[in-house]
C-alpha cells in the first residue's frame, strides 16, 4: 500500500510538470485568436501541443502525438518539447525545422516510437500559415461558408526513418476561417455502442456556432467528446488546437 500511495504521488507530480509545460492560453497575435485543450486517458500523456513566438512576429503552432501512453510517451515528449523550442530559437523554415527534429528522433527515441506531428508557422501580416503534416489526423479548415479543407500529410511520422523528407505547403487563412487541429483519441473515442466520435461529427460542432470564439469551440468540441465516450474507459489521450482569424 505504501509503495502504491508513493507511486500514486510521482505520478502527480509528473502530471503537475506536464501541465506545466503545455499553454494555458494563447498568445496575443494581432488579428487572430487561438485556443487548445489535452486530457491525458491517464495520469499523464503523449500528446503535445504548443504555441511558440519566432522572429519577425510569426507564430509557431504545433500538435502532436506520441506513440504509445503513460509515463513513456509522456517522457518522450518532452524530450521532443525540448528539441523543437531549441530548433525554433534557430529561425529556420518549417520543412527544415521538422526534418531536424526527425533525424534527432531517429536517433534518439526506440525503434518501436515516433511522433505524428503537425506543425504550422502563422505570419498574421501576410495571413498565411506555412505546415508540415508528419502523419498526424489532417487539420481542418473551415471557411466562414462552412465549406472543408483538409491539411493532408505531407512526411510520415518523425522517428521512423531518418532519411525522410517533408514537403511544405502554405494556406492562405482568409477571415473567419477556422483551423481545427486534434488528436487521434478525439475521433476514435468510442461511445457505448462501440461507435467512434469520429470527423464529421467534429466537423458539424464546430459549424454550430462560426462565429464563436476558440475557446468556445475547444469547450464545446471536449464537452461533446467526453459526454460521447462517458459510458467507456478511454483509451487514448484527446488533445485540440483551434485557430481563426477574427479580422
Do not use: W
Amino acid at each position: 500500500m505504501v509503495a502504491a500511495e508513493r507511486m500514486e504521488q510521482e505520478l502527480q507530480r509528473a502530471r503537475e510538470i506536464q501541465d506545466y509545460l503545455l499553454p494555458t492560453q494563447g498568445p496575443p497575435i494581432p488579428g487572430y485568436e487561438v485556443s487548445g485543450h489535452s486530457a491525458p486517458c491517464q495520469a499523464v500523456g503523449g500528446d503535445y501541443f504548443d504555441y511558440i513566438e519566432l522572429p519577425g512576429g510569426r507564430y509557431a503552432l504545433g500538435l502532436g502525438d506520441v506513440a504509445g501512453k503513460g509515463l513513456p510517451a509522456a517522457l518522450l515528449m518532452a524530450s521532443f518539447q525540448a528539441g523543437l523550442d531549441a530548433l525554433c530559437e534557430m529561425g529556420l523554415p518549417p520543412g527544415e525545422t521538422i526534418g531536424r527534429l526527425n533525424r534527432l528522433l531517429s536517433r534518439r527515441i526506440p525503434q518501436n516510437r515516433f511522433v505524428t506531428f503537425f506543425f504550422g508557422v502563422l505570419d498574421p501580416e501576410r495571413h498565411t500559415l506555412t505546415y508540415v503534416n508528419a502523419g498526424q489526423n489532417p487539420p481542418c479548415r473551415v471557411r466562414a461558408s462552412a465549406d472543408v479543407e483538409r491539411l493532408a500529410a505531407t512526411g510520415p511520422p518523425l522517428g521512423l526513418l531518418a532519411n525522410a523528407s517533408f514537403e511544405t505547403r502554405t494556406l492562405e487563412i482568409l477571415p473567419g476561417d477556422v483551423v481545427v487541429c486534434f488528436s487521434d483519441g478525439a475521433t476514435e473515442g468510442r461511445g457505448a455502442s462501440d461507435e467512434e466520435f469520429g470527423e464529421g461529427r467534429l466537423i458539424d460542432i464546430v459549424r454550430q456556432d462560426l462565429s464563436a470564439s476558440p475557446e468556445a469551440i475547444v469547450n464545446r468540441v471536449a464537452a461533446a467528446v467526453e459526454r460521447h465516450c462517458a459510458a467507456s474507459p478511454r483509451q487514448d489521450d484527446i488533445t485540440f488546437v483551434v485557430l481563426k482569424r477574427s479580422a
